[in-house]
């Protein structure tokens, strides 16, 4: 709908805008993340050929410059044959096979009648944005080059590191505690989501949560001292021009005043221009396990397909698997062909079995992780009992035999 409508979090009008994070999570091999990534890469996933495209370091993450993304996805779509890209606000469901993936900022008007259409109430999570800074702003005698343990996809030092003392760290947060926050525009009974927590709010849980969570320093040893220091903030890269740096982990409510002084409090960014500010919104889901089959169909009524984090999965690359597969299964609808579930053993399957099986009451989106995945058998257990890595490794092996296995007959 943009830009005729616009929403809290959106700045431009292209497809994919990355507004929270513009990290895709790990590469690293054997990992949750990167199997959930392998797994649409060998489904021809576009959207993660446009981040590759728009690659920036960052460890063994995949990163990206949002607006690179965000340019070659609207680019690709716009040359689509077949597609037509209309640019408004869609008020009532159309007829036919609809794919509805209005993501986590739906508009009143299109949230309404989604909830008169699965007859019942949306459920509702605070989601957060962290602050970006000029690179030109950042102070580089303080701030050092390095990934925890020296860890990158490249070997590179990928993160820029704004390491703290004790006091510097103690002051930080007694300020951080004492800055003012933004009225809510949500009600106040809406729970925030366990994984992008506000920093204000984790440093609200107690006086080391913050360097024990976002700004842990293991791993990193400051060049100027040569030892680990108390507590480190990490920027990461924004744009493949090296132009800005967010900072990892700072999403936040508060006041932008607030944010600029006391985010100036870290060494190497005392005097920081910020680009963006940190930010919470409202995000939209409907209580998947309640509604929804294991092919993303919505049960009282299987022409409507639903996809990405209003489907009721959270996070960049499970959006794209459930967008992916929503897009599959409908066109297999539409050949009259009855759509097959992804086998349980993948990652792309075992995402869809969560959102579709779990307990609905109290239903929270999940990131994918091996806990989603079904266990290995008792062979395999006792074969890896002492090797947390090689069990992950054979979770990896299954899965991606049973993907080939599947796509070899069509999905």
């Known amino acids: 709908m943009r830009p005729i409508q616009t929403t809290p979090a959106h700045q431009t009008d292209r497809?994919?805008?990355?507004?929270?994070?513009?990290?895709?999570?790990?590469?690293?091999?054997?990992?949750?993340?990167?199997?959930?990534?392998?797994?649409?890469?060998r489904m021809g996933s576009v959207l993660l050929q446009a981040a590759q495209a728009a690659r920036v370091p960052g460890g063994q993450a995949l990163t990206v410059d949002r607006e690179a993304f965000s340019g070659e996805v609207t680019r690709t779509v716009a040359a689509l044959p077949g597609v037509e890209i209309r640019r408004e606000e869609v008020r009532t469901l159309p007829s036919g096979i609809v794919i509805i993936a209005s993501g986590p900022l739906t508009s009143d008007p299109l949230a309404g009648e989604i909830a008169r259409l699965t007859g019942a109430g949306h459920l509702?999570?605070?989601?957060?944005?962290?602050?970006?800074?000029?690179?030109?702003?950042?102070?580089?005698?303080?701030?050092?080059r390095?990934?925890?343990?020296?860890?990158?996809?490249?070997?590179?030092?990928?993160?820029l590191n704004c390491p703290m003392d004790k006091r510097q760290y103690e002051t930080f947060v007694e300020a951080l505690l004492e800055a003012r926050s933004h009225t809510p525009h949500i009600p106040g009974d809406i729970p925030y989501f366990e994984a992008c927590l506000p920093v204000e709010e984790i440093a609200r849980r107690g006086p080391d949560t913050l360097r024990f969570g976002p700004m842990k320093p293991v791993g990193l040893i400051d060049p100027r001292t040569g030892k680990r220091p108390f507590a480190a903030v990490q920027l990461r890269q924004e744009t493949q021009r090296a132009s800005s740096y967010n900072l990892v982990g700072f999403q936040n409510y508060l006041k932008y005043p607030d944010q600029k002084r006391v985010f100036?409090?870290?060494?190497?960014?005392?005097?920081?221009?910020?680009?963006?500010?940190?930010?919470i919104h409202r995000n939209t889901y409907i209580n998947a396990p309640a509604l929804l089959d294991p092919t993303l169909r919505l049960r009282a009524a299987m022409r409507f397909f639903f996809a990405g984090q209003i489907s009721g999965v959270e996070g960049y690359v499970e959006s794209i698997a459930t967008g992916l597969l929503a897009g599959r299964w409908a066109a297999a609808a539409a050949r009259g062909?009855?759509?097959?579930?992804?086998?349980?053993?993948?990652?792309?399957?075992?995402l869809c079995h969560y959102i579709s099986h779990a307990e609905p009451h109290g239903y929270q989106p999940?990131?994918?992780?091996?806990?989603?995945?079904?266990?290995?058998?008792?062979?395999?257990?006792?074969?890896?009992?002492?090797?947390?890595?090689?069990?992950?490794?054979?979770v990896c092996r299954m899965a991606l035999e049973k993907?080939?296995?599947h796509l070899g007959v069509g999905v």
């Not at 509702?124 to 050092?144: C, G, L, M």
């Not at 100036?264 to 930010?279: S, T």
């Open 15 to 41: 497809l994919a805008e990355l507004v929270c994070s513009n990290s895709l999570k790990s590469e690293s091999r054997n990992t949750a993340p990167w199997l959930l990534k392998e797994e649409l890469r």
């Open 124 to 144: 509702y999570f605070h989601d957060s944005i962290s602050p970006i800074v000029d690179a030109e702003t950042i102070d580089y005698s303080i701030a050092f």
């Open 146 to 159: 390095a990934s925890r343990y020296g860890k990158s996809i490249d070997s590179t030092d990928d993160y």
């Open 264 to 279: 100036r409090l870290i060494p190497g960014l005392e005097n920081a221009e910020f680009l963006r500010y940190g930010q």
């Open 337 to 350: 062909e009855e759509p097959r579930p992804m086998p349980r053993e993948t990652a792309l399957g075992s």
């Open 366 to 394: 999940a990131n994918i992780t091996f806990d989603l995945l079904p266990k290995l058998d008792e062979e395999s257990l006792r074969r890896f009992r002492h090797d947390k890595k090689a069990r992950h490794a054979e």
């Open 403 to 405: 993907l080939e296995e």
